[in-house]
């Protein structure tokens, strides 16, 4: 993970320029240029986190850092790399099932405040664990010593030194740490219905739904196996094995999400860069939502119209009644 870890984190700011540099350009400002870049952030802080998830350490200070940068890592890249993905999903899934009853039209900057507050909780269980004693994140450097082959008249001794990130009681340090996991599971699970409702987007401005729905289910199974990875093998003191899980994990994930949202945007750039698709895609959409904008007014109007069919209804029955009324009362007199 040595060398796998600093190819995302160029990959990531590979992406970020590609941002800067074509922030101008309709299939950028499509996916949304703030949005995008969040999810740059938080892909390039799940590479750091698979980085030092992969350093071993003999210095006591050290290694407590080390284990407290691994945890505030992942656990703030996550959200922000996912966040604005479970927010554009939940856009076009409300955009296609609830636009017509409502008037409410969600914005960048409400996505942004939702990963905001996403990362604030992340942040409050994260300065939790290292206020509480029984939950402070401590290392504990485990030692064992194997010898190489026989190498001529003697063996060599090799030592192999474990980080092991734990608290003191141990007990604590799972149950946060279940905890943690359990709220990135929540917001994944969150994430696959909207997914599975909005698989089926029919104007083609709006195709990168599809990118959006794979990387869902990639990064839930993802998120899912390390989940159980931890559940088993933290209870049998395989500390390596389960670094290993943990790194693999978010790297595939963060790889999925930057391939997804972005690799497509550059073959489109590098197949059109006049974006001439694009504008026909655009204007495809503008007309959707003219007719959309008419359909609207025409529903008003019905209302109305009705409204006063019933007004002049009941107008018509009131006459009436008063004309018996009349009625009677003149052949009453007539008697």
Not at 1 to 6: F, H, K, R, S
Not at 84 to 106: A, E, Q, V
Not at 130 to 138: C, D, G, T, W
Not at 200 to 219: A, E, R
Request: glycine share 4%; net charge positive; hydrophobic share 50%.
């Amino acid at each position: 993970m040595y060398i796998l870890a600093p190819v995302g984190i160029a990959g990531a700011i590979a992406c970020f320029a590609f941002i800067v540099i074509f922030r101008h350009k309709r299939i950028v400002r499509l996916s949304s240029p703030v949005l995008s870049s969040i999810i740059c952030m938080g892909c390039l802080m799940l590479y750091m986190s698979v980085f030092f998830l992969a350093i071993q350490s003999k210095e006591s200070l050290s290694t407590t850092i080390i284990c407290n940068l691994r945890v505030w890592l992942w656990g703030i890249g996550y959200t922000l790399a996912f966040g604005p993905i479970l927010g554009k999903i939940f856009r076009i899934y409300f955009i296609f099932n609830y636009r017509r009853t409502s008037n409410l039209k969600i914005e960048d900057w409400m996505i942004v405040v939702a990963v905001g507050i996403m990362v604030g909780i992340d942040v409050a269980l994260l300065v939790i664990a290292s206020a509480v004693p029984q939950l402070r994140i401590r290392a504990q450097v485990q030692t064992s010593t194997e010898y190489s082959v026989d190498s001529g008249f003697y063996r060599v001794p090799i030592s192999n030194n474990v980080l092991d990130c734990q608290s003191v009681p141990d007990q604590g340090y799972k149950i946060w740490h279940i905890i943690l996991l359990s709220y990135k599971g929540f917001i994944q699970v969150l994430s696959i219905p909207l997914a599975f409702g909005a698989r089926k987007v029919p104007i083609k401005g709006l195709n990168d739904s599809i990118y959006i729905i794979s990387i869902i289910y990639i990064t839930s199974v993802s998120l899912a196996v390390i989940i159980v990875c931890f559940a088993t093998l933290n209870n049998q003191g395989l500390v390596n094995v389960l670094a290993a899980v943990y790194s693999i994990g978010f790297w595939i994930s963060a790889s999925v999400i930057l391939l997804l949202v972005f690799v497509p945007k550059m073959y489109h750039l590098y197949r059109d860069p006049n974006e001439n698709d694009l504008a026909s895609n655009e204007h495809t959409k503008n007309h959707f939502s003219t007719l959309e904008e008419q359909a609207k007014k025409l529903e008003i109007e019905l209302k109305e119209v009705k409204a006063q069919e019933q007004r002049l209804r009941a107008q018509s029955v009131s006459r009436e009644f008063s004309v018996s009324k009349e009625a009677d009362i003149n052949v009453v007199a007539t008697d």
